[in-house]
């Protein structure tokens, strides 16, 4: 018998913000009309750091509670940028659709890494299998439009590859040296203003004009971006981080492409949904049901 390692409202939250970052797929689409995709990022993490400053001085709580803290809050904030530094700059070199099966390998480097540096996350037989049917429903999201490989491309599979990497690193990073150490609201701040800077300096080496003009749509979406994105669900990943294990609640991203195809395409954008979708949202349901299977007797996942 089997019961599950993760209760029931973790999973409805991630399946919220899977919900949520789906959405952003499109926003971001939209946004991009007027503005330069990194000067954009820029602008989500300056907004969001300076939202997340005011509440934690309305809560009174300490920016930097100690010199160790301000350390590691540069480098994820150096982790997170770079992420997307890689992403944006991968996708000059490859197609979209490859780009995005190979970002969200991140849940792999984030179950092989919680393996083997994170007490009581360790990888099993279950949590593999769940894995690799969630990323082949990925897979078969974005296979009609991967394209050839060539030699051609390979320097931006790449790019997006360690973005994967990063960002699975970033998770274990944060949850190895910040997250006993910190509460949610510091670790997302050091995130999204250490991140600041890297993005516009970027964007002002590599993109040029980063302004084509504005609309309401545009300015939606950097709301959208900045403030439900990057502080309110972010703050809320970030509590989930802290509380239970990374390598069970990375692997929940799976939904995130799948529903923001839908989203995306369906609503929001209107392009016709096809037969990919109706596949790969049962193979990453089944997927994620058998990651979180634990062998009976053994305790579920418990808040830290």
Known sequence: MYKAQLPWQPIALLLFLSLIWG???ALIKIGAHDLAPLFMAGIRSFV????????????????????????????????????????YVGLEHTLAARSYILVYSAPFF???????????????????AGLIMAFAGVVVLFIKDLGPFSLGTLKGDLMTLTAGAVWGGTTLYIKRFLAH????????????????????????????????????????SVFYQSIIVAF??????????????????????FFTPVFGVFLSGALILGEPI?????VALPLVCVGMIVVNRSPFGKPAAQTV
Request: aromatic share 18%; charged share 10%.
């Open 23 to 25: 959405a952003n797929m």
């Open 48 to 87: 969001a750091s300076i939202c997340l400053f005011i509440w934690m001085r309305v809560k009174k709580v300490h920016i930097f509670p100690s010199r160790t803290a301000l350390l590691h809050g540069m480098v994820v904030g150096i982790l997170f940028g770079s992420e997307f530094a890689l992403i």
């Open 110 to 128: 984030v179950a092989l890494g919680a393996h083997f540096f994170l007490k009581g996350d360790r990888l099993n037989p279950w949590k593999a």
């Open 181 to 220: 150490d910190t509460i949610p609201l510091q670790t997302l701040f050091y995130q999204v203003l250490f991140s600041t800077p890297i993005l516009f300096f970027l964007s002002m080496i590599i993109e040029d004009p980063v302004v084509f003009g504005f609309s309401f749509f545009t300015g939606f």
């Open 232 to 253: 309110l669900s972010y703050l809320l990943w970030f509590e989930l981080i802290h509380r239970y294990p990374v390598s069970l609640l990375h692997a929940f991203s």
């Open 274 to 278: 096809g037969p990919n979708l109706l």
